[in-house]
């Protein structure tokens, strides 16, 4: 049998009866979300599309997690999950999508996010945060904290993308999303996270926000004060499904993922 040798300060190597192996890849952990009590720990080639990335959810995020995922069983009438993970909470969100079209999936995660919000919330949200530089850059503050729980380490960057077309830091950049990873499905990514998250700021907080989902690298951009496009012109809707996601079509070659074809035009 072999063993484990450290080397170069955190790498390390296989080691054998016939010597050195070979090199394991070596980690970068960093600490996020609330309180940088969650650790998420990046391979050296994270970046590539099939690597993952290894997370550890803090107590809050457990917390967060519980809520979200009662909200959503109680919006699609499932019964309460026997544990609290991240596992449980996507196996959730694929009970979410079955037996629904692209809007179904969409109104559902619609009204559980407003479900989190107390009556008359939006016309405060309203009043507090109008379309300008602070409530965008506030906005993308506080985002890069509460919804690190479920897509993973996030940064806040300065960008011209926006309608006021002034710079500002009003771009959350997930480095590689955990819900995308974990669920390896593109229709949730679009229907449940994008389409109803820009909805709801969109059209009920009056806090236009555009998302950007990256399929190849498993990034993602949020571009808070920048009006998205209607959905028949997103070019999010035109990707296929992931080979690796449980509900791919075999015949989606080509083709937009089969969960997203209401959309086509």
Not at 15 to 40: C, I, K, M, P
Not at 163 to 177: N, P, R
Not at 217 to 223: A, G, L, N, Q, V
């Amino acid at each position: 049998m072999g063993r484990r040798a450290d080397v170069d300060g955190g790498s390390d190597v296989s080691v054998g009866s016939r010597g050195v192996r070979a090199r394991a890849t070596s980690t970068t952990t960093e600490s996020y979300s609330f309180f940088d009590l969650a650790r998420a720990e990046f391979p050296e080639d994270w970046s590539e599309p099939g690597v993952r990335v290894r997370y550890e959810d803090g107590a809050l995020d457990f917390a967060v997690m519980a809520w979200f995922m009662r909200k959503i069983g109680t919006a699609i009438n499932a019964p309460p999950p026997g544990e609290i993970s991240y596992d449980a909470f996507i196996a959730l969100c694929f009970l979410q999508m079955k037996g629904r079209d692209a809007k179904g999936m969409t109104d559902v995660t619609s009204g559980v996010i407003r479900s989190l919000v107390p009556p008359g919330g939006s016309a405060v949200f309203k009043t507090l945060f109008p379309l300008n530089k602070f409530s965008c850059e506030l906005n993308a503050t506080i985002t890069k904290i509460v919804f690190a729980w479920m897509v993973g380490p996030m940064t806040v960057e300065t960008t011209m993308d926006n309608d006021l077309g002034i710079e500002m830091a009003s771009k959350v950049h997930i480095k590689k999303c955990r819900w995308l990873q974990e669920s390896g499905c593109t229709a949730m990514c679009v229907n449940m996270c994008k389409c109803a998250t820009q909805e709801v700021f969109t059209d009920d907080f009056g806090l236009p926000l555009t998302i950007k989902p990256n399929f190849e690298d498993k990034s993602c951009d949020f571009y808070f004060g920048l009006t998205p496009p209607p959905v028949e012109k997103d070019e999010a809707l035109l990707f296929g499904c992931n080979a690796a996601c449980a509900t791919a079509a075999p015949d989606s070659e080509g083709r937009p993922c089969h969960k997203l074809r209401p959309y086509e035009g």
